[in-house]
C-alpha cells in the first residue's frame, strides 16, 4: 500500500461541534410540530401491517395509493432492465412464498412468469419447472405436473425431486409400471433415497394389484361369455324366437347376435335375468301388464315349465291396492299377448306353461323379457280394449 494511502486512510476526520442553542433549537422543533408519519392510536396495528417488512401476507392486488412502499419494492424487484436470470430468480422466490401460503394457483403463475424469462442458466429452470410440477401436484392436475418434471428431466436427467416428483404423478394417474419406472432410474442415482423406495414398493404392490384385478376380470368376462353363449344356444334349441335392438334396427346377424349376449348381462333393464339351473332348464323374467289401471308385475323368475294359472294364483291370493272394485280374481282373468308385426293379439289359455307359449310361431321375446297383457275377461274396458282387433285362440 502507498504510503500517501496509508496517510489518508489514518487520517481522523474533523468532528464539527454544535452549540447548545442550536441543539436546543432543533428539539423545539419537534415539540413544536407533529410528525406527519406517526401512527395514530387507534390504527396503528393496521397501520403497522402495510410497512411492507412487517407485513403477515401480501395484499393480491399492489394499490400505488394504498401501499406505496409495498408499490416501489415490487417496481424495483420487477424492473425489466435487470436480466432475464435476476428476473427469474425473482419470480422464483416469489413462487416459492406463494407456495409456502399453499397459494398454489399464485405459485404457479409466478414460476410460469420466471420460465418465460427464458434465461440461460439451466440449473434455474429446472428448478422452476420443479417447482411449478409441485405446485399443479398439489392443485392435483396431475398431467400437467408430469409435463413439468419431463420437461426439466430433459435439462437435467439426474435431477432426484423431479424424478420423486414424477413417480407420485404417475401414482396418481395410476400408471404403475410408469412409476415403478421412474422409480429405478432414481434410484441409479441414489440407490438409498428413502422416498424413491417407498414409492416404488407402493406402486409395485399396486401393478401387481392391478395385473391380478384385470386377469379375474377376464377370467369373470369369458366365464359370463361361455354362460350367454349357453343359455343362446338353449333358446335356440327350443325354437324360441328372440328380437334384439340390433335386429329392431336392421343390422346384420353377427351385431344381432352381439346384442343379445349384451342384453343378457346383469344390467338389462329389468333388474333381472334369464338363467339356467342344473338340468339345463331355463328361467325368465316375465312382466305382466295391467292396462286398465297401468300397473305391472315383474316375474323376476318364470320356470319354463310352470303353468300361467300357477302365478296367477300365487299373485292375486290377495287383492291388489289399486284393484278397488275386486274383481281381478285369477279366474276373471284373460291373458293376451300382441304380435306387434299384425298387431293381433292371442289370448293365452292359463293352463299353458311359458314354453309352450314362447314356442308360439307368432310370439317374439324382446329385450329378453316375455310380456304379457292381463285384463278381466267380463269387463266393459277388457270389451273396449279388444273392440275392432283381431284375436286368436293360443292352441
Known amino acids: ?70 408499490a416501489c419494492l415490487q417496481s424495483i424487484l420487477f424492473d425489466e432492465e435487470r436480466s432475464p436470470e435476476e428476473q427469474a430468480r425473482t419470480y422464483k ?21 420466471g420460465l418465460k424469462k427464458k434465461c440461460a442458466d439451466s440449473d434455474l429452470n429446472v428448478v422452476l419447472f420443479t417447482n411449478r410440477a409441485a ?24 435431477h432426484l425431486k423431479a424424478i420423486i416428483r414424477g413417480a407420485l404423478c404417475h401414482l396418481e394417474l395410476k400408471n404403475f409400471a410408469e412409476a415403478v419406472s421412474w422409480c429405478d432410474k432414481g434410484l441409479q442415482i441414489d440407490a438409498k433415497e428413502k422416498k424413491l423406495l417407498e ?39 327350443r325354437n324360441i324366437q328372440l328380437v334384439s335392438e340390433a335386429a329392431a334396427a336392421g343390422e346384420d346377424e353377427d351385431s344381432a347376435s352381439g346384442e343379445l349376449l349384451n342384453e343378457l348381462s346383469p344390467d338389462n333393464p329389468c333388474g333381472s335375468r334369464l338363467s339356467m339351473d342344473s338340468r339345463g332348464r331355463l328361467s325368465w323374467p316375465v312382466l305382466f301388464l295391467y292396462p286398465e289401471y297401468a300397473q305391472s308385475d315383474l316375474i323376476s323368475a318364470f320356470h319354463e315349465d310352470s303353468r300361467f294359472i300357477d302365478h296367477l294364483m300365487v299373485m292375486f291370493a290377495e287383492m291388489p291396492s289399486w284393484d278397488s272394485e275386486h274383481k281381478y280374481c285369477p279366474d276373471n282373468l284373460k291373458v293376451f299377448f300382441e304380435d306387434e308385426e299384425s298387431m293381433e293379439l292371442y289370448q293365452v289359455p292359463p293352463k299353458r306353461t311359458l314354453l309352450q307359449v314362447l314356442q308360439h310361431p307368432r310370439y317374439f321375446v324382446k329385450a329378453l323379457t316375455p310380456t304379457f297383457f292381463v285384463c278381466v275377461g267380463y269387463s266393459s274396458f277388457c270389451r273396449n280394449y279388444l273392440q275392432g282387433r283381431k284375436v286368436h285362440q293360443v292352441k
Open 135 to 158: 405446485a399443479q401436484y398439489y392443485l392435483g392436475n396431475f398431467r400437467s405436473a408430469l409435463n413439468d418434471v419431463t420437461a426439466a428431466r430433459k435439462l437435467n436427467p439426474c
Open 1 to 70: 500500500m502507498w504510503p500517501e494511502s496509508r496517510a489518508a486512510m489514518m487520517k481522523i476526520p474533523e468532528v464539527q461541534v454544535v452549540s447548545e442553542d442550536a441543539l436546543d433549537s432543533f428539539l423545539e422543533k419537534f415539540r413544536s410540530q407533529s410528525y406527519r408519519g406517526r401512527f395514530h392510536e387507534e390504527q396503528w396495528e393496521e397501520e403497522f401491517e402495510k410497512i411492507p417488512l412487517f407485513m403477515k401476507k401480501t395484499p393480491s392486488e399492489i394499490d400505488l395509493n394504498e401501499n406505496p412502499d409495498l
Open 93 to 113: 422466490d416469489e413462487g416459492n412464498d406463494y407456495f409456502k401460503e399453499r397459494e398454489y394457483k399464485k405459485a404457479v403463475v409466478s414460476y410460469t412468469e
Open 199 to 237: 414409492l416404488r414398493a407402493k406402486a409395485d404392490k399396486l401393478k401387481r394389484t392391478e395385473h391380478r384385478d384385470i386377469r379375474k376380470a377376464k377370467l369373470k368376462e369369458k366365464k359370463a361369455r361361455n354362460q350367454n353363449e349357453a343359455l343362446l344356444q338353449a333358446i335356440k334349441a
